[in-house]
């Protein structure tokens, strides 16, 4: 790719648009992205061990590209492609135990009354998503 860049005259393109991105704001999104996705559980069964998130669709498209919001989804089925996730999402949402995994709506604050947000989950241990 380097070699590449170089002969066809893109190799400061690819510099500011590629390896810089990578090495500074694409690791604070992917620790974000990771965080929501992870932290706080516990790993004991594979409905624990990941969550969903929803939220605003400028958070999804920056931290959760391809559909990763549907991130237990893809745990439990690594085989669904991403343009798939939210159908297999919308029949697993009829199976209790899955209703009543992590999913969260929002970041920092909740966007839905009676769900947890990213943040409210990783605080509270052992929780079963729905508040009251």
Known sequence: MISTSIVFNFWLYLIIFWFVPLLTTFQFIRYWAE???????????????????????????????????YHLVQHLFSAIPHY???????ILMQD???????????????????????????????SNMKEG
Request: hydrophobic share 30%; charged share 20%.
């Open 96 to 126: 209790k135990k899955y209703r009543e995994a992590h999913h969260c709506t929002g970041f920092f604050k909740t966007t839905l009354p009676g769900f947890y947000s990213v943040v409210k989950d990783i605080c509270t241990p052992n």
């Open 84 to 90: 798939n996730l939210k159908k297999a999402h919308t």
């Open 35 to 69: 965080m929501a996705e992870h932290s706080g559980l516990n790993n004991d069964t594979e409905l624990t061990a990941s969550r969903n998130t929803f939220g605003m669709p400028w958070t999804l498209f920056l931290f959760h590209p391809n559909h990763d919001n």
